[in-house]
């Protein structure tokens, strides 16, 4: 069965350290994967997309996140976290040619001043 | 509009009662689709729209759970005899092409 497993239920950063927060799929095709973000009492925004093409994709707010397909996984990285970056990261997964996509159960992440 | 636009933000309503949240979204996208973020949980994939095509129904969790789109645009979930468990937020999200959504603020459906 499809899944998407974000292993970190929380995790806590100093401002200004490097971030990545993990996601990790099971499907048996190329799936189209994506980030967003959730602030407090706010709507999910979308971070970044990868369809195909380079593996390594730029989003806003100065996110990154690397396809790795023998690992199975899309890991979402910040080289330099703001106490702004405060919120839940959802990873998702689809399938091309299908329009149901699957969320991970979410990364809480706070920042420390 | 700019975004999509859910009402209402917040519904209580009594144990028993049916519901109907709204989902207006970006004019122009073709499909729409409606999740559910319980307390602690991930998303959970109720239904898809996609133009005229009969709508992908598979996440509904019961039958007391329908939805509706009218002319392409506007979409109605609807929870007939609402249980205290279908307490969440429901989101509503628009896309142009495959993947990509643009999400509502939600509706956060409380049952007392």
């Known amino acids: 069965a499809q899944s998407v497993t974000q292993p970190d239920i929380h995790i806590t950063v100093s401002e200004g350290a490097s971030l990545e927060l993990r996601c990790n799929y099971s499907?048996?095709?190329?799936?189209?994967l994506f980030w967003y973000v959730q602030s407090p009492g706010q709507g999910l925004q979308l971070l970044l997309k990868?369809?195909?093409?380079?593996?390594l994709v730029q989003g806003i707010k100065g996110f990154e996140a690397e396809f790795k397909r023998g690992q199975s996984s899309f890991n979402l990285r910040k080289p330099s976290v703001h106490w702004s970056d405060a919120a839940e990261y959802f990873c998702a997964v689809g399938l091309q040619g299908f329009n149901k996509f699957y969320f991970g159960s979410g990364t809480k992440l706070n920042v420390k001043p | 509009g700019a975004g999509v636009s859910q009402s209402p933000s917040n519904k209580v309503t009594e144990k028993g009662k049916d519901v109907e949240l709204r989902c207006d979204p970006i004019s122009g996208h073709t499909a729409l689709y409606w999740y559910r973020q319980s307390l602690g949980q991930g998303l959970e994939f109720l239904i898809y729209f996609q133009g005229n095509s009969a709508p992908d129904k598979s996440g509904l969790p019961s039958d007391r759970f329908s939805a509706e789109r009218t002319g392409g645009s506007v979409s109605t979930l609807t929870i007939q005899r609402t249980q205290q468990e279908d307490s969440a937020v429901y989101l509503c999200?628009?896309?142009?092409?495959?993947?990509?959504?643009?999400f509502g603020s939600g509706t956060r459906l409380t049952v007392v």
């Open positions: 990868y369809f195909s093409g380079d593996t």
């Open positions: 999200a628009s896309s142009l092409e495959t993947g990509g959504y643009t």
């Open positions: 499907y048996g095709a190329t799936p189209y």
